[in-house]
């Protein structure tokens, strides 16, 4: 996070699962969520209230956590926003 305050990673589950996990600055594991493929890239937003991360499979996700409670806000298409950022 851009306070410092999480360290995201990426953790390969059970041979098949991928999940993501969150640190805080002393070690301990504060909070996780799962994701359907691995993750490319994963990137915060200058606040710290949003992680985006890009898949392999060329889908952008936008995650926020409200009471240590991660949930997906939106999902986007690389293509479809090569497209938006094309037109005039």
């Known amino acids: 996070r851009t306070d410092n305050s999480l360290i995201a990673c990426h953790q390969l589950h059970n041979?098949?699962?991928n999940r993501i996990?969150?640190?805080?600055r002393n070690g301990l594991?504060?909070?996780e969520f799962d994701?359907?493929?691995a993750p490319l890239f994963m990137a915060w937003n200058q606040d710290?209230?949003?992680?985006?991360?890009v898949s392999?499979?060329?889908i952008v996700d936008f995650w926020t956590c409200?009471?240590?409670?991660?949930s997906l806000k939106c999902s986007l298409s690389i293509d479809a926003l090569e497209v938006f950022w094309a037109s005039p």
């Open 35 to 37: 994701l359907p493929t």
């Open 56 to 58: 392999a499979g060329g």
């Open 15 to 17: 041979a098949a699962q």
């Open 29 to 31: 594991r504060h909070g």
């Open 48 to 53: 710290g209230s949003i992680l985006s991360i």
């Open 21 to 24: 996990i969150f640190y805080e």
């Open 66 to 70: 409200c009471n240590n409670h991660w």
